[in-house]
């Protein structure tokens, strides 16, 4: 079973950008959908990407939300799932998780995840 474990958050001014990552060991990551989750303070944890690369390529899906300023991908030579943020708003604020679920992904947000990473923490200030 896949073991992850969360890196790169911080505290950033609004306006930056921010690259967090999942390392994952005891397995690959091809074999997984991986997905990118959010918590704010006193909010449920918000699902919002997802990749799977276990057909070679790169199948992702990013929730409006987000899309056009976040991008998820993926090293499989570094076993390493990455979350690019760009243009950071305070609203960005949240614990990030990543998550993973083996085999493919379902439609959009559909998949239910049973593997999860600790966390990293992103705040944004302005």
């Known amino acids: 079973q896949v073991h992850l474990v969360e890196s790169g958050g911080g505290s950033v001014q609004a306006g930056v950008s921010l690259r967090v990552s999942c390392a994952a060991s005891g397995d690959s990551l091809k074999n997984y959908c991986m997905g990118w989750f959010r918590q704010e303070p006193g909010k449920e944890r918000e699902g919002f990407a997802s990749?799977?690369?276990?057909?070679?390529?790169?199948?992702?899906y990013i929730t409006d939300s987000v899309r056009g300023r976040f991008t998820i991908f993926q090293d499989n030579t570094k076993n390493i799932l990455y979350l690019q943020m760009n243009d950071l708003t305070l609203e960005d604020t949240a614990m990030y998780s990543c998550?993973?679920?083996?085999?493919?992904?379902?439609?959009?947000?559909?998949?239910?995840?049973?593997?999860w990473g600790q966390g990293t923490q992103v705040t944004v200030f302005s």
């Open positions: 990749i799977y690369t276990g057909t070679g390529i790169s199948n992702t």
């Open positions: 998550a993973a679920a083996r085999g493919r992904c379902g439609a959009g947000l559909n998949t239910t995840y049973n593997i």
